[in-house]
């Protein structure tokens, strides 16, 4: 192979020094320039020594030249462009390899988080498989950088990756959020499809939007409340709350049969929203009443209930664990949840 890892490099379509950092396929290699890494076509790029000799010669044929005052330009202003601003991107930059019958195939992918903002973040990062935690991570990413966070094989495509980043900015802004939790599931067929599509394409990464905006902080309204009391409506001192909320449940049974009657009619997408309506109301009292756990019979079947379920407790912030084992009450079909 013409380069190895370490070489110096010469970015030809921006004249950029650089060096040679990974390989990707016998087409690709992973380049670093002025501390940013980036996927890099061999064809794109050469060595350097040729520049800095031609460049040192030039420097020693010229001959030192007499200006009058008057005859020096003046220097034009330089434009003061900035770069665009599209979003914060989790990359997975495929890593190929030949089988046994020297076809091209993904072994593995790199993933980056690319922060093409002109602002800088923390970062919580949690990549899970099947409902498991499989890396997480927490640091900061600066201004149009790009950070690697892992590798993942290209077989974890078929448990289902689940990524989850919780944002928040380095330096407070007035009225902006003080966190934003977004969340990216990955599905393998839809993933097996896009290499298709990147091969064909000649194109180097498998890039999906985190955001494009960072949250403004939610406004909360405020009103002179006295006046309900006064006209005759019954007003709740906030302190005791949970007083006037429904009791909560422990143990909540989400089989259709048990929260309708009505149900054959129904279709499996309108079915499943009774369920998460119903879950989100008792999730909902049994964080009010600050209850240590939570059981949720969601049945076996095949398990599309329950892979719904396990994706939205990932996102929930009082939820410090959650289980699916087997119990001598629910067999296989029910999941504890366990609150900070």
Known sequence: MKYQIGDEILVLH??????????????MVMIEVRGVKFPAYMDQIDFPYFKRFTEKKIVQDQKPLKQFIDQIPQEKPKPTGTKE????WLTLIPKFGLDDFNDEIVSSFKVHL???MATAYGFQYKQYLSSSLNFELESTIQPFHDFYLHDLAFEAIN???????????LQKVKYKAAHYETTLKLKPKQVF?????????????????????YPDEAVVETFDISKLSAAGF??????KIKENLPAPRTVIDLHIEKLTHSYL????????????????????LAVAHTLPSFIVIHGVGEGVLRDELHSILKTKREVKHFINQYNTRFGYGATEIFFK
């Open 114 to 116: 690319v922060n093409n």
């Open 85 to 88: 601003e599209t979003g914060v």
């Open 265 to 284: 009619h129904l279709s499996n997408a309108e079915i499943m929203g009774i369920q998460l309506s119903e879950f989100d109301k008792w999730y909902d």
């Open 14 to 27: 921006s004249n950029e020094e650089g060096k040679v950092v990974d390989f990707i396929n016998d087409k």
């Open 234 to 239: 019954k007003v709740y001192d906030a302190k």
């Open 193 to 213: 499809n896009a290499i298709e599509k990147l091969k064909e394409n000649n194109e180097p990464t498998l890039s999906y939007l985190l955001f494009d905006a």
């Open 159 to 169: 448990d289902t990756p689940n990524f989850s980043v919780d944002f928040s900015l």
